[in-house]
Antibody, heavy 118, light 110 residues
Framework: QVQLQESGPGLVKPSQTLSLTCTVSGGSISSGSYYWSWIRQPAGKGLEWIGRMHTRGSTNNNPSLKSRVVISVDTSKNQFSLKLYSVTAADTAVYYC??????????WGQGTMVTVSS | QSVLTQPPSASGTPGQRVTISCSGSSSNIGSNSVYWYQQLPGTAPKLLIYRNNQRPSGVPDRFSGSKSGTSASLAISGLRSEDEADYYCAAWDDSLSGVVFGGGTKLTVL
């Protein structure tokens, strides 16, 4: 069955760029009409959707993150990635990658903790 | 401040039935499907209900969802200790062109 695994640095300095990758295994990232999303959760707080991308290029991002977010897909590697620019301490969270379309996230990665600190 | 509003906490005793509400607006719940997630401590959320009231394979029928207008509810019957978790509702928001979540409800089994 399809599985997702996040990877990337666990510590990022303020004002720098947070970069994470989600590797899809057990199936092709290009199959079906799925979107691939990033979701985050600060410690002790709720879930926040960051954005999504389809392998055909369609993307949507959370307006609250404005233009700081870029999500991309690499079909040759069966991966999709997140870049979050100009991070602050408020971006410290567990970051999840997930498969879904309009909120129906049926497959999640295990999550990766990212701390923004100097 | 979450776009979807949930009570921060709920509780019940084993065997009881509990409901968790999720309130939204015409741009999200009022015009799109609602999804429910269960998050056990230290784990990723798990899809519990999709398309308002459908259960994925493997989810016990003790869990049920409903929607009316701009509100939705998750009901858990025959409450068990292992149901103690955080529960989140989610929906697509047409105005924001994105997914919105509720703030989450912490369910305690007394």
């Amino acid at each position: 069955q399809v599985q997702l695994q996040e990877s990337g640095p666990g510590l990022v300095k303020p004002s720098q760029t947070l970069s994470l990758t989600c590797t899809v295994s057990g199936g092709s990232i290009s199959s079906g009409s799925y979107y691939w999303s990033w979701i985050r959760q600060p410690a002790g707080k709720g879930l926040e959707w960051i954005g999504r991308m389809h392998t055909r290029g369609s993307t949507n991002n959370n307006p609250s993150l404005k233009s700081r977010v870029v999500i991309s897909v690499d079909t040759s590697k069966n991966q999709f990635s997140l870049k979050l620019y100009s991070v602050t301490a408020a971006d410290t969270a567990v970051y999840y990658c997930a498969r879904g379309v309009t909120g129906d996230f049926d497959i999640w990665g295990q999550g990766t903790m990212v701390t923004v600190s100097s | 401040q979450s776009v979807l509003t949930q009570p921060p906490s709920a509780s019940g005793t084993p065997g009881q039935r509990v409901t968790i509400s999720c309130s939204g607006s015409s741009s999200n719940i009022g015009s799109n499907s609602v999804y429910w997630y269960q998050q056990l401590p230290g784990t990723a959320p798990k899809l519990l209900i999709y398309r308002n009231n459908q259960r994925p394979s493997g989810v016990p029928d003790r869990f049920s969802g409903s929607k009316s207008g701009t509100s939705a509810s998750l009901a858990i019957s025959g409450l068990r200790s292992e149901d103690e978790a955080d529960y989140y509702c989610a929906a697509w928001d047409d105005s924001l062109s994105g997914v919105v979540f509720g703030g989450g409800t912490k369910l305690t089994v007394l």
